[in-house]
């Protein structure tokens, strides 16, 4: 079955403890980005890669890291959390980074839902 | 100003009735134009796209406004599955990390 899949679901830790979010995608997709999702906020971009090596800031990307070192796999890495990290965080790839109209619609894993105490 | 703004609702309406949205933005040089559904507690689905000449899928109508910078999402005879977050999708260029997301509209269908 094609998609993309996040690890853990759920994520409780406290301030200061680095974690790592990973996303794969089974679909040989191109392109990979992570954003998240905040009440009232819709969802907004914190990184994303066009290809393996190639990664880029997306608008909120202070606190976080990623890597894009297999095309299938772009973890999210938090070195030092902190309580305004708690939100709830998808992965997304599309085959191309195109999205134009009949373009490469974005599939989004099923979410992290990550509290910082 | 919000780059992607939508009423948040939510929207009540009974089975059966036509309800619609409207989502506006900010970036007269938008090039595309999306809804996604968003189910509670799970992740955002495309649903539709939404061309220039307006389009239908179903019981879902799309349009676009470039004049007044507003997209609409038309829902006729309502499901009670059709329960969820809409959200607006606008993309600035044609690349997905152009994309810019409203907050979403939430609806609920009752029987």
């Known amino acids: 079955e094609a998609q993309v899949t996040q690890n853990p679901r759920y994520l409780i830790t406290v301030t200061g403890k680095k974690l790592t979010v990973t996303c794969s995608q089974n679909m040989n997709h191109e392109y990979m980005s992570w954003y998240r999702q905040d009440p009232g906020l819709g969802l907004r971009q914190i990184y994303y890669?066009?290809?393996?090596?190639?990664?880029d800031k997306g608008d909120v990307p202070e606190g976080y890291k990623v890597s894009r070192k297999e095309k299938r796999n772009f973890p999210l890495i938090l070195e030092s959390p902190s309580p305004n990290q708690t939100s709830l965080y998808f992965c997304a790839s599309s085959l191309h980074v195109s999205a134009g109209q009949g373009g490469s619609p974005l599939h989004f894993g099923n979410g992290t839902r990550l509290t910082v105490t | 100003r919000k780059e992607v703004e939508q009423d948040p609702g939510p929207f009540n309406v009974p089975e059966g009735a036509t309800v619609a949205f409207n989502c506006t933005y900010s970036n007269s040089a938008s090039q595309s134009f999306f809804w996604y559904r968003q189910d509670c507690r799970k992740e955002p689905k495309l649903l539709m796209s939404v061309y220039s000449s307006g389009n239908e899928d179903g019981r879902f109508t799309a349009q676009l406004n470039r004049a007044s910078q507003y997209i609409s999402l038309l829902i006729r005879d309502s499901k009670l599955s059709d329960s969820a977050t809409y959200l607006c999708v606008v993309n600035d260029r044609y690349n997905n990390n152009d994309m810019r997301f409203g907050a979403g509209t939430r609806l609920t269908v009752k029987p």
């Open positions: 890669s066009m290809n393996v090596e190639v990664t």
